[in-house]
């Protein structure tokens, strides 16, 4: 069974917790980074998602250069 569809935050909470988040790294560096939460963590992951950052997974290996493959 598939659980229904569930709102963690609205759009401006996301944002909100994903800027406090960068603001502990950007003020105190590694020590921030082991201040923020885990929800501060999530939503930042989550901007850079939707903006587009993170890894690319390529649907095909990429090419060798070698043609008799």
Known sequence: MIAPEVT???CD???RLAAS???KVDRLG???ATLCSMDEVTAM???CALVGV???M???PPATG???V
Do not use: L
């Open 21 to 23: 988040g960068v603001v």
């Open 13 to 15: 909470e996301m944002i």
């Open 66 to 68: 070698d043609d008799n």
């Open 54 to 56: 993170g890894a690319n």
């Open 58 to 60: 390529p649907s095909t």
């Open 45 to 47: 992951a989550a901007v």
């Open 8 to 10: 963690r935050w609205t």
């Open 30 to 32: 590694p020590r921030g």
